[in-house]
């Protein structure tokens, strides 16, 4: 039963972990069509941004709380800010290029931003630790889990929630919608879809901003935490399905349900599960869990 | 006659000017010994270490800092006997860092270049198994000298026999053999263990050599549960919970760098040691940059007497001064097997040299190398495994404390190199199932 509980816990939390990252990606390629290689360079600003900032609140002796407002909104603007230098600064230079094209060009970024890390923050590690202990621990029978980490859960949802709404019950996601849709009659139809396309990836690079800020108090926040993390975040969304949202979360639940599994009951399969969902739901639906297969346009 | 007009007369002070020319240039190619033009000359090496990634910040660049800090002053000639002659036989050592992330196959076509393109007379680093288990033949083959000064698995030597590769550090069979020795004299009648380790050569490694080792000197221990998540996984949430799941007594780890880091960090927010001891193997490298998050009294290994286990000496004392004076911090066990691995090399190009009467090859330095005994900052080290070429120390095991704020360690326990090291010529595995529990430690 304590196993069971650990599992469903601590799937939770990685799932929780994994969809705000993925989230911003699927977004992004939704809308887009871009497979955004540097989203993981994005989730490492965020990670330090948060870090820097954590070091320099509790290095002045603010009040404690006051932490989470200031880590957490300075990896989303910093995410923000960098997103919008990306879009304006290359990707808008490279629009209508094959989708394999728009990778290299990410890929490129990528590597830029890794760089452009080091050059900022240099090779250190950062810690920024304070904020995960001060939510405290729950308790349920011999299991503690750290409540920073079930908060977790319930700021995925929020996300989730709220890219639902955004996406669903506006104006500006209907639009974003259609353009997700068909990119050429969204244009014909006077939809403005440059400014779109500078929104959505924004609010992209912001969410893998976010995930980078909120995971930075559990960390050693290092260069190359992007990197690792983008492997995973791409395995999520080819599992519900490149550009759903809705596929980004069930597909983070796969994942983080599974991997639970694997460690508590066969720890070496651990590494393997990941792959191995991601290879048993291609198999069956090689668009992924959450798109439907069309027609490719000539 | 005829050929007088091709002929060109020369003045007297031309001619004398030439002769003095010559003569000074014979004077300068014949008349000074070897040992002299061995002064002159310049040593190449190439240094690799990692300046990216999770392991740059605890490993990395404590590394390159102490090779920088080293490689200055025996170009300058102000170490401490007995490393007080200046460079190496005379030679002015001229550096070339590499970044040692982005694994194996990498790091094989980084080797090829150093050798090949840019002509080092000898390489020093490394710091995962995983590469030096991947560089070790190439630097046969390309008959490269070769220094591992951090990686732990033993089975570069049990499984191979090298000219060229040798390493000034121990393996990690001596961690986790007196790991084992260590928690069974504080825990006499412990009952079970739990093991996280990093899914790759060491993690494995380490954990077999745990785990045999227990077996051996207490059989009834129970292992509960046996961890391995990927390298760089960075979130440990499950793994946490199966190990407090498992309710081991004992939490053995071999973690090391940031992946140790964020172990430490998460398993103290959710109190993973308040019921079971934890005991890092490589957890000398954090006691001070996470100072305020390693649980009282949780066992820490520095891979070795390095760091806050170091033995006083002039040249331990050298070391540590400098290296704050320069870097702020106190060198930890990477900066101290960098240094261990640069004096080695020194000793070995002095040694080969001496014998020579001028600068040394590099088959002449690797037999001087071979089973050399020499001084670190760390104490002796012999290079008596793998038929001359690994090195063998003491093992150190200590438990953290914060007196007044600062970290420190007590209940320090040494163990003698004998008794945490198969004797050469035997496999880790099979000294610690047929003969270890026979091996004394008194």
């Not at chain 1, 990197?227 to 983080?256: K, M, R, T, W, Y």
């Not at chain 2, 198994?129 to 560089?135: F, M, P, Q, V």
Request: glycine content about 12%; aromatic content about 10%; overall charge neutral.
């Amino acid at each position: 039963m304590e196993t069971l509980l650990a599992i469903l816990i601590d799937g939770l939390v990685y799932a929780s972990w994994l969809f705000i990252v993925a989230a911003g990606l699927t977004l992004v390629y939704g809308v887009m069509k871009i497979l955004n290689m540097a989203h993981g360079s994005l989730y490492a600003i965020g990670a330090y941004s948060a870090a820097s900032l954590v070091g320099w609140y509790f290095g002045s002796g603010h009040p404690p709380w006051g932490s989470f407002a200031l880590f957490i909104g300075g990896a989303v603007i910093a995410g923000m800010v960098t997103g919008l230098i990306i879009e304006r600064g290359v990707l808008r230079r490279m629009y209508g290029r094959d989708e394999v094209v728009m990778i290299l060009v990410t890929y490129g970024v990528l590597l830029i931003l890794e760089d452009v890390t080091k050059l900022l923050w240099g090779v250190d590690a950062y810690f920024a630790y304070q904020p995960y202990g001060m939510i405290g621990r729950v308790r349920f029978s011999d299991l503690t889990f750290a409540g920073y980490d079930l908060t977790l859960i319930a700021v995925a949802g929020l996300v989730g929630f709220a890219l639902w709404y955004a996406l669903n019950r506006t104006r500006q996601g209907k639009l974003l919608r259609a353009v997700i849709h068909d990119r050429e009659i969204s244009l014909a139809m006077g939809i403005n879809v440059t400014r779109i396309f500078i929104v959505t990836f924004i609010i992209g690079s912001a969410l893998g901003a976010l995930a980078g800020g909120l995971t930075a108090p559990a960390l050693s926040v290092a260069p190359g935490i992007g990197i690792e993390i983008i492997i995973l975040a791409f395995a999520v969304v080819v599992i519900g399905g490149l550009g759903s949202v809705g596929g980004a979360a069930i597909g983070a639940l796969l994942v983080g349900i599974c991997r639970a599994l694997a460690v508590h009951t066969y720890p070496q399969f651990e590494l393997f599960i990941i792959y191995g969902v991601m290879a048993a739901v291609l198999a069956v639906r090689p668009q992924g869990l959450f798109v439907i297969a069309r027609a490719r346009k000539i | 006659m005829a050929g007088r007009k091709n002929v060109r007369n020369y003045s007297p002070v031309q001619l004398a000017t030439a002769s003095i020319v010559c003569l000074l240039t014979a004077a300068l190619c014949l008349g000074h010994p070897p040992s002299v033009r061995a002064d002159e000359g310049t040593y190449k090496l190439g240094l690799v270490t990692f300046l990216s990634g999770a392991a740059a910040g605890p490993f990395g660049v404590p590394a390159r800092n102490a090779a920088e800090l080293i490689i200055e002053a025996i170009n300058a000639g102000t170490l401490p006997s007995p490393y007080d002659s200046k460079g190496l036989a005379g030679m002015t050592i001229e550096s070339t860092i590499i970044d040692e992330a982005g694994g194996g196959t990498k790091q094989v076509g980084e080797f090829r270049n150093l050798v090949q393109r840019r002509n080092v007379d000898a390489v020093i680093g490394y710091i995962s198994s995983g590469d030096c288990l991947a560089i070790a033949p190439v630097a046969e083959e390309l008959r490269a000298l070769t220094i591992f000064f951090d990686c732990g698995t033993p089975r570069i030597f049990e499984d191979n026999d090298y000219k060229y590769v040798f390493r000034t550090g121990p393996t990690s069979t001596m961690d986790n053999v007196a790991a084992a020795r260590y928690i069974l004299e504080l825990k006499p009648n412990l009952k079970s263990v739990s093991g996280m380790n990093q899914n790759y050569a060491w993690g494995f490694d380490s954990w077999n050599d745990f785990k045999w080792a227990m077996g051996v000197l207490k059989p009834d221990v129970d292992i509960k549960t046996e961890q391995f998540p990927k390298l760089g996984a960075g979130q440990y949430g499950s793994e946490i919970s199966a190990v407090m799941v498992s309710r081991a007594e004992v939490i053995h780890s071999s973690f090391w760098g940031g992946d140790m880091e964020g172990l430490v960090l998460q398993g103290a927010a959710r109190g993973l040691f308040d019921n079971s001891q934890g005991i890092f193997t490589c957890g000398e490298t954090a006691m001070f940059r996470l100072s305020d998050q390693i649980p009282e009294g949780t066992i820490i290994g520095g891979r070795g007497p390095f760091g806050v286990f170091a033995p006083a000496s002039p040249l331990n004392d050298w070391f540590r001064k400098s290296y704050m004076d320069r870097f702020g911090t106190p060198p930890t066990y990477p900066s101290y097997k960098m240094a261990q691995a640069i004096l080695g090399l020194k000793a070995a190009v002095d040694k080969a040299a001496a014998a020579k009467n001028g600068k040394p090859n590099k088959e002449e330095i690797a037999a001087a190398l071979k089973g050399l005994e020499f001084q670190a900052p760390s104490g002796v080290v012999r290079m008596s495994l793998g038929k001359g070429h690994q090195a063998v120390q003491e093992m150190v095991y200590g438990q953290f404390t914060k007196k007044n704020g600062k970290p420190e360690i007590y209940n320090v326990r040494r163990y003698p190199a004998e008794c945490v090291n198969p004797p050469d010529g035997v496999k880790s595995e099979d000294w610690i199932k047929n003969s270890l529990k026979q091996t004394s430690c008194n």
